[in-house]
């Protein structure tokens, strides 16, 4: 069943970028430009969680279902969302980095611990080389290719009632290898435009696959600030050992880009 909703996401939110490939000519070239160009973009990610998590062996596997709203927004002890893109000609390179750090406390049924806290710290970063495959009248759509890194830090902590106080913690980290393709199309003669991109990774390097998607309509309010609001999903299968990551994300993003 979580395969099939996989799918039918990847067809969603693949089928603007598809129709990209057929819609720019073949052999467009990219404007001839020596000039480096730079973009900033901070985001949210008002991401749900799903799935299901061993990551404090020897603890056995838990199936997950966390909504932002009610199981994140109050527990984030911090988070940093940041995309930078350096671009010169065809060629450009861009990173993105996610941080998250959620500490949930509940109580717990039985006499011997008093408190339950579970704390995860995770990091992912992207990190790739950017080929303009195609660009005419403002749209345009890039080939991407880079890795990304992925750290989860888990920590179990278990407050004394009869019994001590215990601890569990567990750091596990890998890369991915990762491939897809970014593209922006204006929306008309209006200051509106379409933006998203899909990558694919992990295929055994890492973590056995992975994809990352994301769909925007933004507003560009100037030739230097733009904003954007749209909908990512990312999905990682993950197994080393008895850890186990088989998480999908989801939710709303809303971005400010700065191009200078």
Do not use: C
């Not at 430009?33 to 020897?58: C, E, K, M």
């Not at 909504?67 to 927004?73: A, Q, R, T």
Request: net charge negative.
């Amino acid at each position: 069943m979580k395969q099939s909703l996989d799918n039918i996401w990847l067809s969603l939110l693949f089928s603007p970028l598809l129709m990209l490939i057929f819609l720019l000519p073949a052999h467009s070239a990219a404007a001839d430009n020596d000039t480096w160009h730079f973009q900033l973009a901070p985001y949210a990610w008002l991401a749900g969680q799903s799935g299901r998590v061993a990551t404090i062996p020897p603890l056995p596997p838990a199936d997950i279902d966390i909504d932002f709203y009610d199981d994140i927004l109050g527990n984030i002890n911090g988070a940093l969302f940041l995309v930078g893109e350096a671009r010169k000609g065809r060629y450009g390179i861009v990173a993105d980095v996610a941080y998250v750090d959620i500490e949930i406390e509940a109580p717990t049924p039985g006499p011997l611990f008093t408190l339950l806290t579970s704390r995860t710290q995770s990091w992912i970063i992207s990190v790739a080389g950017l080929y303009r495959l195609a660009e005419k009248q403002g749209t345009f759509l890039d080939l991407i290719g880079g890795f990304r890194y992925w750290s989860v830090d888990s920590t179990l902590s278990l407050r004394e009632g009869m019994a001590a106080a215990r601890s569990f913690s567990n750091t596990e980290d890998w890369f991915d290898p990762i491939i897809g393709l970014k593209g922006l199309a204006p929306l008309g003669d209006s200051k509106f435009f379409v933006s998203g991109f899909l990558v694919l990774g992990g295929f055994g390097a890492g973590s056995d696959f992975m994809w990352d998607a994301n769909l925007n309509l933004g507003y560009r309010w100037t030739e230097t600030f733009s904003t954007t609001f749209g909908y990512r999903y990312l999905d990682v299968d993950y197994e080393d050992g008895n850890f186990l990551y088989d998480v999908s994300q989801d939710g709303l993003t809303l971005g400010l880009s700065w191009r200078f």
